[in-house]
């Protein structure tokens, strides 16, 4: 009789954890299809591509194996589109970390009005990036322009200056507009974790003495690096992505122009649809790897052991 | 009685042919297709088709930057992005050779193709691929009154004159930067230095494609030198570097800021003699492009209709393409700023004074040439980035002409083996 009750329950459990594989298996469906039929299949799409000649002013679509990628070697314009891409990095990630955390201690700090200060600061991230572009633009510029016009104000010499003339300049004018509005982000994620960080933590350190640059070094900073790492990979792939900002500012310029800009031309312009397609591939990869080790510092700042 | 009847009869027959007869006339009726122009366009369009067909329009309108984008994008999907497009002379050798769009040489009738002496441009192996609407040329536009005020009296017809004049010009302070060339990295910037090749007595490419502007005594080398001199002389903004010609005629030549528009476009004297539109409304003529052996040359740069094979409504499509060029409605739209492609209608706006500039438009109409005898190659587009990108540099200072040239040369030659 016992025998037979165990082997009911055993049954009723079977039964029980196959239920729940099902419904585990139905709550994953939805979201595993629509990974693969719009992330993996397109990219294995694309990767499959890649390898052929799609150019639809010649016919057919032989496969040409590597040939888009090694191209890329000797095409001079992309290697200084790279450059530039590569400098946009460097300047947007390291400001907008550096600022967004100091902007997001800041803001911790204030106690009244804090929402309406937070949906000020978040307002250049929601505007779109060609808006962003277009009211710099009008600040950049050279005759009326408000940039030029606060300088001459403090009497020094850029009534005139053209500021995309010159390739350093140029390159800092297009990373400011991006550092503007991808910098709330870093400021909101990084407050966020801010705002988790235990009072008591504080108020000992206070009892024991430290001082505020010494509770932000010992205590908010160490707690808030995870967060810091997940704001650094959205920068730098942002980064990455960087087009709206150069091509409203200075269209097709190459002192400007970023990597994106160079597949958009080689795609819609000259027609190397397979070409662009490689480009596209390279870009999603060194932008993966760069990603990969504020992920992986991620991982070691927060695992649980 | 008889009398009655006879009426009520002829009454009822003709309520039962009258929607047969006009079905007749309007046989595409019903239909409904989909039109994609550069903006801005007149805003009666759509409303006049259909009363004329019977044919509803859906016109959608993009600045010219962004059609092309939509168009490859669709196109290369195999979908049809309207079922009537905008189809520019640039493109026509990748358009041709991707096999996009329908010849219309059997639906578009030979006078028709005979009056509009451009679309020997969009005609690629004996395919008619699109119909001119916009008889784009180039000519030179001048603020007259700021001539008259510096003192100059007769209107340039060679470069040094042309130098002379806007020297004066702003020696007299009527302007800081007399002449308007647009130096940025895009199309403007090209074909002005295109129409000063021209200018200078040269072409671009001999019949093989061999570049012909290599040398500092070719008339592409000179002219880019002219471009950098006029820079240099503080002839040009320095601004001019991020500005594209429209900019450059929108906010700078329609606000009295420039005296001389260099590659200027002849639909825009509409634009410019509107006070609605233009702080110099009654101060800006064309003159015929001073060259320098004084003998005018210019070359088309029209912009045509076409119907994309993968378009479902070819039939209707193909409708709106006849009457969007017929001769009533381009006579009609040159009060939009649309010059009209048909020789018959440029002269009967000629003839009644309509035409501003009309005598100078009509003359230079005859002295265009296209830009390349053997038709747009499929390179254009890296040809032209290679020369806007190179003429930008120079401006900034980045390279010498002499790079300069070696740079277009070096990438029209990789994008022709590519």
């Known amino acids: 009789m016992t025998a037979v009750a165990f082997q009911g329950t055993d049954a009723r459990r079977r039964a029980a954890g196959n239920g729940d594989a099902l419904l585990g298996v139905l709550m994953v469906a939805p979201i595993v299809v629509t990974m693969v039929a719009l992330v993996f299949f397109p990219l294995a799409q694309t990767v499959w591509d890649s390898l052929h000649r799609i150019n639809p002013m010649e016919p057919g679509t032989p496969f040409i194996g590597a040939a888009n990628y090694t191209n890329m070697l000797s095409d001079a314009q992309l290697g200084q589109s790279w450059v530039n891409t590569f400098i946009y990095v460097a300047i947007a990630v390291s400001v ?24 000020a600061v978040v307002l250049p ?181 | 009685m008889r009398a009655l009847i006879l009426s009520t009869v002829a009454l009822a027959t003709l309520a039962v042919a009258a929607p047969a007869l006009a079905d007749d006339a309007k046989p595409l009726a019903g239909k ?99 119909v001119p609407y916009t008889n784009d040329f180039r ?15 007769k209107m340039p017809t060679t470069l040094d004159e042309l130098v002379a ?3 004066q010009i702003k020696a007299k302070g009527i302007t800081q930067y007399p002449i308007g060339l647009p130096l940025s990295p895009t199309e403007g910037a090209s074909t002005s230095w295109y129409l000063l090749t021209k200018a200078e007595g040269g072409d671009l490419f001999d019949k093989d494609w061999k570049p012909l502007f290599l040398t500092p005594d070719s008339a592409g080398y000179k002219a880019m030198a002219l471009e950098l001199q006029l820079l240099k002389d503080g002839l040009v903004d320095p601004a001019s570097t991020g500005l594209k010609d429209s900019q450059i005629n929108d906010n700078y030549f329609a606000k009295g800021l420039v005296s001389i528009m260099i590659s200027g476009e002849p639909g825009r004297l509409g634009q410019f003699n509107d006070p609605k539109q233009s702080q110099v409304a009654g101060q800006v003529a064309a003159i015929l492009v001073p060259t320098a052996s004084g003998q005018t040359r210019s070359y088309g740069l029209p912009e045509a209709l076409g119907v994309p094979r993968v378009s479902q409504n070819q039939d209707a499509a193909i409708a709106f393409v006849k009457w969007f060029t017929s001769k009533h409605f381009q006579i009609e739209n040159y009060a939009n700023g649309v010059l009209p492609t048909r020789t018959s209608a440029l002269d009967e706006l000629n003839k009644a004074g309509k035409l501003a500039s009309g005598d100078v438009l009509v003359a230079q109409s005859k002295t265009v040439e296209p830009l390349f005898e053997q038709g747009t190659p499929t390179w254009y587009p890296q040809f032209s980035s290679a ?32």
């Open chain 2, 165 to 167: 004049d806007a020297k």
């Open chain 2, 139 to 153: 000519v030179m536009l001048v603020n007259k009154k700021h001539f008259a005020d510096a003192g100059i009296t």
């Open chain 1, 125 to 305: 991230w929601a505007l779109p990036g060609v808006v962003n572009a277009v009211i710099w633009m009008w600040i950049y510029q050279p005759g009326a322009g408000l940039l030029n016009g606060i300088l001459t104000v403090f009497g020094l010499p850029f009534e005139n200056h053209v500021w995309f003339n010159d390739r350093t300049s140029a390159l800092i004018a297009v990373s400011v507009v991006h550092i503007w509005r991808m910098l709330p982000l870093t400021i909101v994620v990084v407050l966020a974790a801010m705002q988790s960080i235990p009072g008591h933590l504080y108020e000992a350190a206070r009892i024991d003495g430290a001082s505020r640059p010494q509770m932000f070094f010992a205590i908010t900073l160490p707690l808030v690096r995870g967060a810091i790492a997940v704001a650094m990979t959205n920068a730098t792939v942002a980064a990455f992505n960087l087009f709206d900002e150069a091509w409203v500012l200075a269209g097709a310029s190459l002192d400007t122009r970023p990597v994106l800009t160079q597949i958009y031309l080689e795609t819609f312009q000259n027609l190397h649809f397979s070409y662009g397609m490689a480009l596209s591939l390279v870009v999603t990869i060194v932008s993966l790897l760069v990603s990969l080790v504020f992920v992986w510092r991620v991982y070691h700042t927060t695992r649980f052991e």
């Open chain 1, 96 to 119: 907008e970390t550096i600022v967004g955390v100091l902007g997001a201690a800041l803001i911790n700090q204030v106690r009244r009005g804090r929402q309406w200060l937070l949906a």
């Open chain 2, 32 to 130: 409904s297709i989909t039109v994609l122009l550069p903006s801005p366009q007149a805003p009666n369009i759509a409303a006049d088709f259909e009363k004329d067909t019977g044919i509803h329009v859906d016109l959608q309108t993009l600045s010219w930057d962004d059609i092309r984008p939509k168009l490859v994008t669709a196109l290369i999907a195999g979908t049809a992005p309207a079922d009537v497009t905008e189809f520019d002379w640039s493109w026509t050798g990748q358009f041709a050779a991707a096999d996009w769009y329908l010849p219309l040489n059997d639906v578009i009738d030979k006078d028709t193709v005979a009056d509009i002496g451009v679309a020997k441009i969009f005609t690629v192996n004996g395919n008619l691929l699109g």
């Open chain 2, 387 to 418: 020369v806007n990108t190179a003429i930008n540099a120079v401006a900034k200072g980045q390279i010498t002409v002499d790079q300069a040239m070696k740079n277009i040369a070096d990438a029209t030659q990789k994008a022709m083996t590519q």
